[in-house]
């Protein structure tokens, strides 16, 4: 079986981007950002959904992303915003920290946890999860803003009011102070205040979502799409003549974006036969996790794989570990978190539930799997002359 090559970890994966901008700011070397000496203030702005193949494909009407000092990144398995930006947040690859999907099984429960906003079955029913899966022990490592922070570098997190206190935020960027904001101009605006604040070594980290909810409902390189990729591109160049002399601009990504047909889509609800041994079904579309009945996992493996045929690779747990798709090292504690059966989309097909997946799954704009456009992410860099 000729599997698709794991994310760099390690080399140039995005978990490395924090703890480089605290390398940077300190003057040690860091060997994938390569910033130069004298930088004292590293801001790293996340782009949701800004994927390294489609911003290519558009660099007409992104000029500055397009034009500016870049390289391309890899997004962790599975490449969905909550594992990312957990990645991103505390610098280790998903089998260290331990959200591995969009949502999770986890003991004694047979309903998923929704990792995005830490709530119970489904995205949109608000079943907080908090008090019960507490996100400070679920992901107990500390974050690169802890760790900047214990080393005396200031650490800023700028984040959407709503997320301040989210169980998302509690689990992979905790630590150091917060700024609040919504919005592209006002997040980047708050993010360069934040570090100009003081004179000393600052890493600021800021997200911006809009991209990735648009190429979500109309597809990445629809209209709407496109005119949020240059709306963005405007706000980094204005940005870009706004930083102080030593000051780093990084923008990247928590993964790239498939559009998926509506042929595509495969509705589990409509044939029980797919779930047939499954106890608890997680993960998206493009990468299903499947927590199987005991002594149910060959037959559920066996199934998938014919069923899914060529469109997917539908691996074990432990073949997609061998395979370094979640990285180089599991947790005792996180293995149990990944399904038994592991279904990755290698074609435009995404396997969804109306009754589990918001919106019924059956969105234009897809990610999650180890497809070059969903994986490779830009790194790009604008750095005062």
Do not use: K
Request: contains cysteine.
């Amino acid at each position: 079986m000729l599997l698709p090559a794991p994310p760099r970890y390690g080399t140039a994966d995005v978990s490395l981007l924090l703890p480089e901008a605290a390398a940077a700011v300190t003057g040690r070397e860091q060997p994938l950002l390569g910033l130069p000496t004298g930088i004292r203030r590293v801001i790293l702005l996340v782009v949701d959904g800004l994927g390294a193949r489609q911003l290519a494909a558009h660099a007409a009407i992104a000029p500055v992303l397009s034009g500016a000092r870049h390289a391309v990144l890899d997004a962790v398995y599975p490449t969905t915003t909550a594992t990312n930006l957990t990645s991103i947040g505390t610098g280790l690859p998903p089998g260290e920290h331990g959200l591995v999907s969009y949502s999770l099984a986890v003991p004694d429960d047979d309903r998923p946890l929704i990792t995005l906003t830490w709530s119970w079955q489904r995205q949109d029913l608000d079943l907080d999860a908090r008090d019960t899966v507490v996100p400070e022990r679920f992901q107990p490592r500390p974050t690169a803003f802890e760790r900047a922070t214990a080393a005396g570098i200031r650490a800023v997190r700028v984040l959407r009011p709503e997320f301040t206190t989210s169980g998302l935020t509690r689990a992979g960027l905790r630590g150091g102070e917060v700024r609040t904001a919504t919005g592209r101009e006002p997040t980047i605006a708050a993010a360069l205040a934040a570090a100009a604040e003081q004179d000393t070594p600052t890493i600021v980290y800021a997200h911006h979502g809009d991209l990735d909810a648009i190429g979500h409902l109309t597809g990445p390189g629809s209209e709407p799409w496109c005119e949020e990729l240059a709306a963005v591109d405007a706000a980094v160049a204005d940005a870009a003549e706004h930083l102080g002399p030593d000051t780093a601009l990084l923008v990247t990504a928590d993964h790239g974006m498939v559009r998926v047909a509506e042929q595509g889509f495969v509705e589990l609800a409509d044939d029980p036969a797919w779930l047939d041994g499954v106890r608890v079904l997680t993960g998206d579309g493009r990468c299903r996790q499947l927590h199987v009945h005991p002594g149910a996992a060959q037959d559920v493996l066996d199934a998938w794989r014919q069923r899914c045929g060529e469109h997917a690779d539908v691996l074990t747990r432990e073949q997609a570990i061998t395979a370094g798709w979640f990285g180089p090292h599991i947790a005792d504690h996180v293995r149990p978190r990944i399904g038994e059966v592991v279904v990755s989309a290698t074609t435009d097909r995404s396997w969804v539930h109306r009754d589990l997946d918001l919106f019924g799954g059956r969105l234009p704009g897809q990610h999650g799997a180890l497809t070059r456009d969903e994986v490779e992410v830009p790194l790009i860099a604008l750095i005062p002359d």
